[in-house]
Nanobody, 125 residues
Framework: QVQVVESGGGLVQAGGSLRLSCAASGRTFSDYAMGWFRQAPGKEREFVAAINWSGYSTNYADSVKGRFTISRDNDKNTVYLQMNSLKPEDTAVYYC??????????????????WGQGTQVTVSS
């Protein structure tokens, strides 16, 4: 089992940047692919980005491509989401998730095995 804890959320003005972190503990972190999802009030949870076990393969939602970057440091058991050029529509609770099929970069929340509690990101206009 893997436990994941997100941090780094907050309030930022449109056009600004934030970096989210997701610290994992438990089983071998490098065995897992990792993903970021988000959920805005009244909306379904949506895929943001994913990275495979090695970090060499990534996948992004069209809405964040070119603005967000996912990365991981297997030595630190941490995955990051660098968010630049933030927009008010990026406002949501951001969740980190672990997929035991480490080779993939899944876009589907149901295929992830472990989830964090989320961190709030608010972008003001």
């Amino acid at each position: 089992q893997v436990q994941v804890v997100e941090s780094g959320g907050g309030l930022v003005q449109a056009g600004g940047s934030l970096r989210l972190s997701c610290a994992a503990s438990g089983r071998t972190f490098s065995d897992y692919a990792m993903g970021w999802f988000r959920q805005a009030p009244g909306k379904e949870r949506e895929f943001v980005a994913a990275i495979n076990w090695s970090g060499y393969s990534t996948n992004y939602a069209d809405s964040v491509k070119g603005r967000f970057t996912i990365s991981r440091d297997n030595d630190k058991n941490t995955v990051y989401l660098q968010m630049n050029s933030l927009k008010p529509e990026d406002t949501a609770v951001y969740y980190c998730a672990a997929d035991k099929r480490g080779y993939g970069t899944n876009r589907y929340a149901d295929e992830y095995d472990y989830w964090g509690q989320g961190t709030q990101v608010t972008v003001s206009s």
